[in-house]
Protein backbone atom coordinates (compact mmCIF):
# COMPACT_ATOMS: atom_id res chain seq x y z
CA UNK A 1 0.00 0.00 0.00
CA UNK A 2 1.21 3.40 -0.87
CA UNK A 3 0.43 6.44 1.14
CA UNK A 4 1.01 10.35 -0.50
CA UNK A 5 0.55 13.35 1.82
CA UNK A 6 -0.52 15.72 -1.57
CA UNK A 7 -0.99 18.39 1.08
CA UNK A 8 -1.04 19.26 4.63
CA UNK A 9 -1.67 22.19 6.91
CA UNK A 10 -4.23 25.13 8.00
CA UNK A 11 -4.84 25.84 4.29
CA UNK A 12 -5.40 22.66 2.94
CA UNK A 13 -5.78 19.09 3.27
CA UNK A 14 -5.47 15.73 0.85
CA UNK A 15 -3.84 12.33 0.98
CA UNK A 16 -3.97 9.41 -0.95
CA UNK A 17 -4.16 5.85 -0.58
CA UNK A 18 -2.99 3.63 -3.43
CA UNK A 19 -2.52 -0.31 -4.23
CA UNK A 20 -1.68 -1.54 -7.28
CA UNK A 21 -5.59 -1.67 -8.06
CA UNK A 22 -7.04 0.73 -6.46
CA UNK A 23 -6.74 4.44 -4.66
CA UNK A 24 -8.75 6.64 -2.67
CA UNK A 25 -8.50 10.12 -1.28
CA UNK A 26 -8.71 11.37 2.56
CA UNK A 27 -10.41 14.65 2.41
CA UNK A 28 -10.25 17.37 -0.57
CA UNK A 29 -9.39 20.86 0.90
CA UNK A 30 -7.29 21.82 -2.31
CA UNK A 31 -8.32 22.89 -5.33
CA UNK A 32 -9.18 20.13 -8.47
CA UNK A 33 -6.45 21.43 -10.40
CA UNK A 34 -3.57 20.94 -7.40
CA UNK A 35 -5.13 17.62 -7.01
CA UNK A 36 -5.33 16.46 -10.73
CA UNK A 37 -1.77 18.23 -11.23
CA UNK A 38 -0.76 15.92 -8.13
CA UNK A 39 -2.27 12.66 -8.95
CA UNK A 40 -0.86 13.26 -12.55
CA UNK A 41 2.49 13.63 -10.87
CA UNK A 42 2.11 10.16 -10.08
CA UNK A 43 0.69 8.81 -12.99
CA UNK A 44 -2.93 8.71 -11.78
CA UNK A 45 -5.71 9.96 -12.97
CA UNK A 46 -9.35 11.39 -10.94
CA UNK A 47 -11.53 8.70 -12.81
CA UNK A 48 -9.31 6.36 -11.02
CA UNK A 49 -10.28 7.03 -7.74
CA UNK A 50 -12.58 4.80 -6.00
CA UNK A 51 -13.86 7.35 -3.37
CA UNK A 52 -13.52 10.48 -1.36
CA UNK A 53 -13.40 10.11 2.31
CA UNK A 54 -14.07 13.10 4.57
CA UNK A 55 -12.98 13.89 8.13
CA UNK A 56 -14.99 16.56 8.50
CA UNK A 57 -16.88 19.92 7.22
CA UNK A 58 -14.11 22.86 7.57
CA UNK A 59 -12.56 24.57 4.21
CA UNK A 60 -9.27 23.08 4.61
CA UNK A 61 -10.64 19.52 4.06
CA UNK A 62 -13.60 20.23 1.66
CA UNK A 63 -12.30 23.19 0.04
CA UNK A 64 -11.69 21.54 -3.51
CA UNK A 65 -14.97 18.83 -3.10
CA UNK A 66 -17.52 20.92 -4.98
CA UNK A 67 -15.39 21.95 -8.37
CA UNK A 68 -14.13 18.11 -8.36
CA UNK A 69 -17.62 16.60 -8.46
CA UNK A 70 -18.50 18.82 -11.52
CA UNK A 71 -15.53 17.22 -13.20
CA UNK A 72 -15.23 13.37 -12.00
CA UNK A 73 -18.39 11.45 -11.03
CA UNK A 74 -16.03 9.81 -7.64
CA UNK A 75 -18.13 9.02 -5.34
CA UNK A 76 -18.08 10.92 -1.42
CA UNK A 77 -17.89 8.81 1.94
CA UNK A 78 -18.28 11.11 5.32
CA UNK A 79 -20.34 10.38 8.80
CA UNK A 80 -23.89 11.61 9.02
CA UNK A 81 -23.79 14.90 10.20
CA UNK A 82 -20.65 16.07 7.61
CA UNK A 83 -22.26 14.23 4.73
CA UNK A 84 -25.98 16.68 6.28
CA UNK A 85 -23.51 19.05 5.99
CA UNK A 86 -21.94 18.25 2.62
CA UNK A 87 -25.45 18.19 0.85
CA UNK A 88 -26.12 21.66 2.42
CA UNK A 89 -22.93 23.55 1.03
CA UNK A 90 -22.54 21.44 -2.48
CA UNK A 91 -25.57 21.42 -5.13
CA UNK A 92 -26.10 17.71 -5.97
CA UNK A 93 -23.72 15.86 -4.29
CA UNK A 94 -26.41 13.66 -2.50
CA UNK A 95 -25.88 11.51 -6.12
CA UNK A 96 -22.14 10.69 -5.19
CA UNK A 97 -22.94 10.61 -1.32
CA UNK A 98 -22.35 7.30 0.93
CA UNK A 99 -23.30 8.02 4.40
CA UNK A 100 -20.33 5.62 6.83
CA UNK A 101 -21.12 4.76 10.49
CA UNK A 102 -17.86 5.28 12.93
CA UNK A 103 -16.75 2.31 13.91
CA UNK A 104 -17.97 0.65 11.38
CA UNK A 105 -15.59 -0.88 8.35
CA UNK A 106 -16.43 -0.07 5.02
CA UNK A 107 -15.37 -2.27 1.97
CA UNK A 108 -14.46 -0.57 -1.11
CA UNK A 109 -12.34 -1.95 -3.89
CA UNK A 110 -8.85 -3.02 -2.42
CA UNK A 111 -9.74 -1.18 1.24
CA UNK A 112 -10.69 -1.62 4.30
CA UNK A 113 -11.79 1.65 5.96
CA UNK A 114 -12.79 2.38 9.44
CA UNK A 115 -14.04 5.77 10.27
CA UNK A 116 -13.21 6.81 14.41
CA UNK A 117 -14.59 9.91 16.41
CA UNK A 118 -11.78 12.85 16.95
CA UNK A 119 -12.87 15.60 19.29
CA UNK A 120 -12.61 18.64 17.67
CA UNK A 121 -14.82 21.97 17.10
CA UNK A 122 -17.14 20.98 14.83
CA UNK A 123 -20.24 18.73 15.06
CA UNK A 124 -18.59 15.38 14.02
CA UNK A 125 -14.87 15.32 13.08
CA UNK A 126 -13.35 11.66 12.31
CA UNK A 127 -10.18 9.85 11.48
CA UNK A 128 -9.60 6.81 9.19
CA UNK A 129 -7.85 3.34 9.49
CA UNK A 130 -7.37 2.00 5.99
CA UNK A 131 -6.13 -1.77 5.60
CA UNK A 132 -5.33 -3.37 2.24
CA UNK A 133 -2.41 -5.97 1.00
CA UNK A 134 -2.25 -6.77 5.06
CA UNK A 135 -1.09 -3.56 5.75
CA UNK A 136 -2.96 -0.74 8.09
CA UNK A 137 -2.34 2.86 7.38
CA UNK A 138 -4.43 5.58 10.29
CA UNK A 139 -4.83 9.40 9.66
CA UNK A 140 -5.30 11.03 13.04
CA UNK A 141 -5.92 15.47 12.66
CA UNK A 142 -8.15 17.87 13.41
CA UNK A 143 -7.90 16.47 17.75
CA UNK A 144 -8.13 18.61 20.64
CA UNK A 145 -6.84 15.70 23.08
CA UNK A 146 -6.43 11.68 22.36
CA UNK A 147 -9.49 9.43 23.28
CA UNK A 148 -9.63 5.97 24.16
CA UNK A 149 -11.45 6.07 20.70
CA UNK A 150 -8.69 7.75 19.00
CA UNK A 151 -6.35 5.32 20.34
CA UNK A 152 -8.01 2.31 19.93
CA UNK A 153 -8.29 2.88 16.32
CA UNK A 154 -5.11 3.29 15.82
CA UNK A 155 -3.27 0.89 17.56
CA UNK A 156 -0.97 -1.34 15.37
CA UNK A 157 -1.10 0.15 12.54
CA UNK A 158 1.71 0.28 10.29
CA UNK A 159 2.17 4.05 9.19
CA UNK A 160 0.13 6.86 10.34
CA UNK A 161 0.07 10.64 9.92
CA UNK A 162 -0.89 12.52 13.39
CA UNK A 163 -1.48 16.00 14.26
CA UNK A 164 1.44 18.11 15.20
CA UNK A 165 -0.25 21.34 14.76
CA UNK A 166 1.42 24.17 17.33
CA UNK A 167 4.55 24.61 19.64
CA UNK A 168 2.80 25.21 23.17
CA UNK A 169 5.03 28.61 23.79
CA UNK A 170 4.62 30.26 20.00
CA UNK A 171 0.65 29.62 20.14
CA UNK A 172 0.49 31.26 24.11
CA UNK A 173 3.29 34.18 22.52
CA UNK A 174 2.14 34.42 19.14
CA UNK A 175 -0.26 37.22 17.36
CA UNK A 176 -3.59 34.83 17.57
CA UNK A 177 -6.77 36.70 19.25
CA UNK A 178 -7.02 35.15 22.68
CA UNK A 179 -10.20 33.42 21.96
CA UNK A 180 -8.79 31.41 19.18
CA UNK A 181 -5.80 30.27 21.05
CA UNK A 182 -8.33 29.20 23.45
CA UNK A 183 -9.74 27.21 21.12
CA UNK A 184 -6.79 25.60 19.54
CA UNK A 185 -5.85 24.81 23.35
CA UNK A 186 -9.35 23.40 23.87
CA UNK A 187 -9.92 19.43 24.44
CA UNK A 188 -12.07 20.00 20.90
CA UNK A 189 -9.24 22.05 19.06
CA UNK A 190 -5.77 20.64 17.72
CA UNK A 191 -2.82 18.18 19.13
CA UNK A 192 0.31 20.39 20.34
CA UNK A 193 3.97 19.19 19.23
CA UNK A 194 3.37 17.59 22.84
CA UNK A 195 0.61 15.75 22.41
CA UNK A 196 1.96 14.59 19.24
CA UNK A 197 5.02 13.49 20.60
CA UNK A 198 3.24 11.30 23.40
CA UNK A 199 1.10 9.82 20.75
CA UNK A 200 3.99 8.83 18.56
CA UNK A 201 5.58 6.81 21.30
CA UNK A 202 2.22 5.19 21.92
CA UNK A 203 1.59 3.83 18.65
CA UNK A 204 5.41 2.90 18.54
CA UNK A 205 4.65 0.70 21.31
CA UNK A 206 1.70 -1.21 19.39
CA UNK A 207 3.82 -1.44 16.28
CA UNK A 208 3.78 1.29 14.55
CA UNK A 209 7.01 1.74 12.71
CA UNK A 210 6.18 4.42 10.10
CA UNK A 211 5.45 8.06 11.66
CA UNK A 212 4.71 11.37 9.61
CA UNK A 213 3.45 14.82 11.83
CA UNK A 214 1.03 16.35 9.80
CA UNK A 215 -1.22 19.39 9.93
CA UNK A 216 1.68 22.15 11.17
CA UNK A 217 0.47 25.37 11.76
CA UNK A 218 2.14 27.73 9.83
CA UNK A 219 1.83 30.83 12.21
CA UNK A 220 2.70 28.79 15.14
CA UNK A 221 4.90 25.67 14.29
CA UNK A 222 7.99 24.83 12.65
CA UNK A 223 8.95 21.64 10.43
CA UNK A 224 12.64 20.82 12.08
CA UNK A 225 10.89 21.95 16.03
CA UNK A 226 7.91 19.56 15.60
CA UNK A 227 10.19 16.70 14.30
CA UNK A 228 12.78 17.85 17.08
CA UNK A 229 9.99 17.00 19.89
CA UNK A 230 8.79 14.15 18.89
CA UNK A 231 11.94 12.77 17.84
CA UNK A 232 13.38 13.30 21.50
CA UNK A 233 10.63 11.32 23.05
CA UNK A 234 10.73 8.57 20.47
CA UNK A 235 14.57 8.21 21.13
CA UNK A 236 13.89 8.48 25.08
CA UNK A 237 11.48 5.57 25.15
CA UNK A 238 13.89 3.30 23.18
CA UNK A 239 13.12 3.73 19.68
CA UNK A 240 15.35 2.86 16.79
CA UNK A 241 14.74 6.18 15.08
CA UNK A 242 16.12 5.76 11.56
CA UNK A 243 16.60 2.22 12.05
CA UNK A 244 13.35 0.63 12.85
CA UNK A 245 11.22 3.59 12.54
CA UNK A 246 10.97 6.53 10.82
CA UNK A 247 10.02 9.90 11.22
CA UNK A 248 8.94 12.36 8.42
CA UNK A 249 7.24 15.75 8.43
CA UNK A 250 4.22 16.31 5.86
CA UNK A 251 4.97 19.56 3.48
CA UNK A 252 2.23 21.99 3.17
CA UNK A 253 1.98 21.68 -0.52
CA UNK A 254 4.82 19.20 -1.50
CA UNK A 255 4.00 15.43 -1.95
CA UNK A 256 5.38 13.04 0.82
CA UNK A 257 6.00 9.69 -0.22
CA UNK A 258 5.21 6.52 2.54
CA UNK A 259 5.01 2.87 1.46
CA UNK A 260 3.57 1.01 3.90
CA UNK A 261 4.00 -2.61 4.31
CA UNK A 262 2.61 -4.98 7.52
CA UNK A 263 4.76 -5.18 9.68
CA UNK A 264 8.47 -4.36 7.64
CA UNK A 265 11.03 -2.06 9.12
CA UNK A 266 11.08 1.35 6.78
Known amino acids: MQVYTLASGSSGNCTLVQTDRAAVLIDAGISTKRIVTALAQLGLAPEALSGIFITHEHSDHIGGLSTF ?11 RTVANHISWAIAGVEDFLTVLVPG ?22 VGYRVEADGAAFGLCTDLGHVTDEVLSAMRG ?3 AVIESNHDLE ?14 ILSDNGH ?9 AVT ?17 NNLPPLARKVTAQALESAGA ?10 APEKEILHIEVKAGAPC
Open 191 to 199: LSNDAAAEL
Open 69 to 79: IKHYNVPIFAP
Open 157 to 159: VDA
Open 203 to 219: LTESGTRQLVLGHLSRQ
Open 240 to 249: DLGGDVSLAV
Open 104 to 125: EEYALADFGVTPFRTPHDTPES
Open 170 to 183: MLRTGSYPVPLKRR
